[in-house]
């Protein structure tokens, strides 16, 4: 019976007998010692989370963690990965200083109204919340929602209509409270 998901002292024992291992798998792929024992630790975590799937006929515990090994050090290259393209994409960029970060929480703030709309309008069929948004939300003209949606103005026109026609009561009072 395989039950370190649920058993602490057969984990204990299981974490004593595999830790050098996947300790030194990592350490042999990771070269920052704290990233090496956050890796570690998700290894183990992932084993207690899909204990009850071990099947010993399939291999080894020592080969099942391996795999488990693969797929965290795969998943933290992933990872690794965003983040050097995030870090590429915003360089350049400088940081936000608090004087921006209180003006963008005021922004945030300000845009509650909208959100609470955003949130009553997401059910409707895609073209309907798309005029409804451009119009009611972003403050544009039919004409210019028809624009950038590539529809006649007259299409946005009756959308606008049907999307107005189809919220709820209080989405509407809303939409009356925002004009």
């Known amino acids: 019976m395989f039950d370190i998901g649920t058993d602490p002292e057969a984990f204990d024992a299981f974490y004593r007998r595999h830790?050098?291992?996947?300790?030194?798998?990592?350490?042999?792929?990771?070269?920052?010692?704290?990233?090496v024992d956050d890796l570690t630790t998700e290894?183990?975590?992932?084993?207690?989370?899909?204990?009850?799937?071990?099947q010993a006929k399939l291999g080894s515990e020592?080969?099942?963690?391996?795999?488990?090994?693969?797929?965290?050090?795969?998943?933290?290259?992933?990872?690794?990965?965003?983040?050097?393209?995030?870090?590429r994409r915003a360089g350049g960029r400088r940081p936000l200083g608090l004087d921006d970060i209180e003006r963008l929480e005021e922004r945030i703030d300000?845009?509650?109204?909208?959100?609470?709309?955003?949130?009553?309008?997401?059910?409707l069929p895609d073209g309907l919340r798309a005029v409804l948004e451009l119009v009611d939300v972003d403050?544009?003209?039919?004409?210019?929602?028809?624009?950038i949606l590539k529809i006649r103005p007259g299409?946005?026109?009756?959308?606008?209509?049907?999307?107005?026609?189809?919220?709820?009561?209080?989405?509407v009072a809303t939409l009356e409270g925002a004009s």
């Not at 830790?19 to 990233?35: I, N, S």
């Not at 300000?110 to 059910?123: S, T, V």
Request: without cysteine; hydrophobic residues 55%.
């Open 110 to 123: 300000a845009e509650r109204a909208a959100r609470h709309l955003m949130a009553a309008i997401a059910d």
């Open 43 to 54: 290894v183990f975590l992932a084993a207690i989370e899909t204990a009850d799937r071990y």
């Open 155 to 171: 299409t946005a026109r009756v959308r606008l209509h049907r999307a107005r026609r189809l919220l709820n009561p209080a989405a």
């Open 139 to 147: 403050g544009l003209s039919a004409p210019e929602a028809a624009a």
């Open 19 to 35: 830790v050098r291992m996947v300790t030194g798998f990592v350490a042999r792929r990771v070269l920052d010692p704290h990233l």
């Open 62 to 87: 020592t080969a099942w963690l391996v795999g488990i090994a693969r797929n965290v050090l795969a998943a933290e290259r992933r990872r690794g990965a965003r983040q050097l393209d995030k870090d």
